[in-house]
């Protein structure tokens, strides 16, 4: 009996100093990259985009006018969760009638379609799809929504500071990179590189490296808004993002107005289909 208590005291201490052992950069990393990718997130959203691509003198060569909707399916449920979007171009007359159709779940990979009126049908965005320009902005098609947590693996790399509309923040960075060869070819992307702000977790810088490792992107947030969403919760949601292309010098903003949320924003759960990427739904 006292061998008993002597050997489970030893196996007692031996597990208290495994728990106090601090956090490796992989575990912290990934822990940080999934608080960020769970954050609080609106059941409906409705907003119009301007999609502002610039040239590399930093003039506006064109500026693409878009409505979406958002729904977000099965919120407290990580098993059934998807954020469904669909997006439809009101102008220019060149893009007016494309449209673009995106699932994103938590446990199993994104599916995305594009409708493209000069083929007059939906196409999925699958493999290499990914990494080709999203209408041609600066932003691919893979780029567009969020990146799907599982085909990345993460690190924490320290604490940095970042400056947003004149102030400066506290933000954790950590790195990602792909799982496989197969997802780092799709997204031309082997590595990125998120500055996560400390309190609210949104993503204030994301540098984006191509499969050589060399840096090509760097996306910034512009703008957020602040509102609590059906259950109550805070939602900190992003209405304007810039990317800038390192290779070319030219640059994309991504700019919401108009956003209404919740029941404001007054959108049918049926809408999010094939169907209705050339059928009116807003």
Not at 22 to 48: I, Q
Not at 81 to 95: G, S
Not at 110 to 122: E, N, P, S, T
Request: proline share 2%; aromatic share 14%; net charge positive.
């Amino acid at each position: 009996m006292g061998f008993l208590k002597i050997f489970l005291s030893i196996l007692f201490v031996f597990t208290a100093s495994l728990a106090a052992l601090p956090e490796t950069a992989v575990e912290m990393g990934t822990r940080l990259a999934k608080m960020n990718d769970d954050r609080p997130v609106f059941e409906r959203v409705k907003a119009r985009i301007n999609l502002i691509i610039n040239n590399s003198s930093g003039e506006v060569r064109f500026t693409k006018v878009l409505i979406m909707a958002a729904y977000t399916e099965n919120m407290n449920s990580p098993v059934n969760y998807c954020e469904r979007y669909i997006t439809y171009f009101m102008a220019p007359a060149d893009d007016q009638g494309n449209a673009y159709l995106s699932y994103h779940y938590k446990n199993q990979s994104d599916v995305k379609w594009a409708y493209l009126k000069g083929i007059r049908r939906a196409k999925k965005v699958t493999g290499a799809d990914k990494k080709l320009s999203f209408f041609g902005s600066d932003f691919t098609n893979g780029e567009m929504g969020k990146p799907n947590f599982l085909e990345w693996k993460y690190k924490y790399l320290g604490d940095d500071k970042v400056t947003f509309r004149g102030n400066v923040f506290d933000c954790y960075m950590i790195e990602s990179l792909p799982k496989t060869q197969s997802i780092m070819n799709e997204n031309g992307c082997g590595r990125r590189v998120s500055y996560v702000e400390k309190k609210t977790l949104l993503t204030l810088r994301l540098d984006y490296y191509d499969e050589n490792l060399t840096k090509i992107k760097e996306m910034r947030l512009v703008s957020f808004t602040t509102k609590n969403n059906i259950n109550g919760q805070k939602v900190y949601y992003e209405t304007g993002l810039e990317m800038r292309n390192l290779k070319t010098g030219t640059r994309t903003e991504l700019r919401f107005s108009d956003v209404k949320v919740e029941s404001e924003a007054n959108i049918r759960t049926d809408i999010f289909t094939e169907q209705y990427l050339i059928q009116k739904w807003w």
